[in-house]
DNA sequence: TTGTAGGCGTTATCAA
DNA sequence: TTGATAACGCCTACAA
């Protein structure tokens, strides 16, 4: 029992008026009599007319479409990001369309072609792992596409952008382990050349040097993000004749795989080694003992890219200076990192 | 810089040919000269042209967007799922456009529609928590929208749809914990209308009868799916005089709410309570003790729900029965659940 | 208040 | 091999 298409012009054909009537009772004008809304309401209804929005935009030349690109959307900092842009975004009458790159820059592309040649309002990005240059973005923006950059963006691009304060959140993290009494603390990180990553390892240096402790080369471990790279790693730092005292690492996943090396090792956390993990993971209450680490306000910061993003969409005009938010993490401190606490 | 439009049209007219010409270089037609097909090619670079899909797809009566309906996207199933249906819509050069209905009924609806209108080739749902009936579903599909269910089906529809084989799972789960001793089993499960929890529930009364152990109705709970809910009855069975011996649930969620109530108050898992969960989310594996969980083949239940949509969208023949496909779990044993292990 | 006409960007059909 | 024309479904001046 499958419908014939029924467009308006079925519609004004059944009621013996024209597609402009229909199209218009439809659509809320005023210009139109009480009595002819409601009939051609009461006519669509019952043929089941599904307005074609593809064909709606191509005439006015706007959709309500935005697109959003982002590495998985099972981690927890991006689909609570993905749930702050909707709070904002669904009101506004717009449908977000997900692209996951995977960590691809090849995905990330083709994504953000296929959002371009749907013709989508704008999109909210955050790159992959992999992306070393804006180029494709920077094609995007020129070609009149509004563009807001999340969490991972890129340096030196002239683009919205709402980031974490990676720097301030290393920062305290490093602080508290310092006023823990760790003084050998190393420093897991991801791929340098993202800024979330670069700023993660400044802020941690800074803490240090502010405490005289020296940073060296061999107390800095890049690309060393996931559960698997975490445990490959702490086996390694097992073998070697001296053990750091902390670690700081960027990301939840790794310390991890480090906490439960070095348990299974025997090790004692936090006594032996205190561990501080990044972005708050569901998981990092469970562990054992419980993992510190840094909350990020990843519904605020979705939500605040979608308000920027719409302010783009919907006052033409451009803002020269581009806007950059930074919300702080909040550190959770919790028994991996409290050597001083009795409990 | 932005900019202007450019489209066949544009490109024809620079290059004093046609638009049917230029569009038939861009699409790969055959009946044009090698010479004019590399100079459009040529030119449509030079000036940025963007394919407008809406405008082709108008015309063509014919889009590449699959919609998918879930629940919530940071759910370890969901997640999976959605990776596996990318791995076959994608190659086959279909896009996919997500909504999260977070266990609303009307949003559901809503995003239903949104796909309609936008002319989506079809959807792949798996229903809210709070979604009663199917006559949205049937709606769609009775408009000739295909439409393909899974995990979370609506029974009494005819509908293509994947599922766990949940009545299954739950049998060996239950058998388990019989085999390790526990005899006072109680069920925590979800709303009984969503055919995931009934099966559960029945596979877990099966393995009971037939190790004639008796299923009292104050042995199985509705509702109790969160990890709050489930501290909560696990703070409520703890005032009652007897606790049971052992804890099915349909939730890894509610299992932890239960395994951490029950260890803050001195309780022995597995020794005192045994616990098993449902859906091997990634924490299960870090709780203490390791929670007995069962594993859902998420990404193979995402690519067959995907191919059977677009066998449906591609042989639009209809085949008269509904295919049916159904994944057993496997179960995955840790410590929550075993009594008689020595370690 | 309603109708007429034209076009959004693309592609299919027919003719040249 | 290319061009001319019409149409996909909708919207909107403009006219009536």
Redesign the pocket.
Known sequence: MKNQ??????I?ARL??????V?????G?????????ELVNKTAAEMG????????N????KGNLIGVIIPRINRHFFSHAIAGMEAITNPAGYNLMICQTNESQAKEIDGLQTLINNRAEGVIMSISNETRNGAHIQAATDGGMPVVLFDRIIKNLNIDHVINDNFAGAYEATKHLIEQGYKNIVHFSGSLHINVYEQRLNGYKKAMNEANLDVTSDMIFDNIITRLSGEELAQTLLTKNKLPDAIFSSSDYSALGALITFKNAGINIPQDIGIVGFANEPFTELTDPALTTLEQYSEDIGRSAARLLIERIENKQNKEVPSSLSFKPQLIIRKSSQRNTID
Chains 1, 2 share one sequence.
Request: glycine share 2%; proline share 3%.
């Open positions: 298409k029924v467009t308006i012009h079925t004004a013996n008026i024209t597609a402009s009537t199209s218009r009772a439809l659509s004008n005023k210009r139109i009599s009480q009595k002819t809304r007319y599904k307005p074609n929005h593809m064909a709606s191509l005439r006015k030349g």
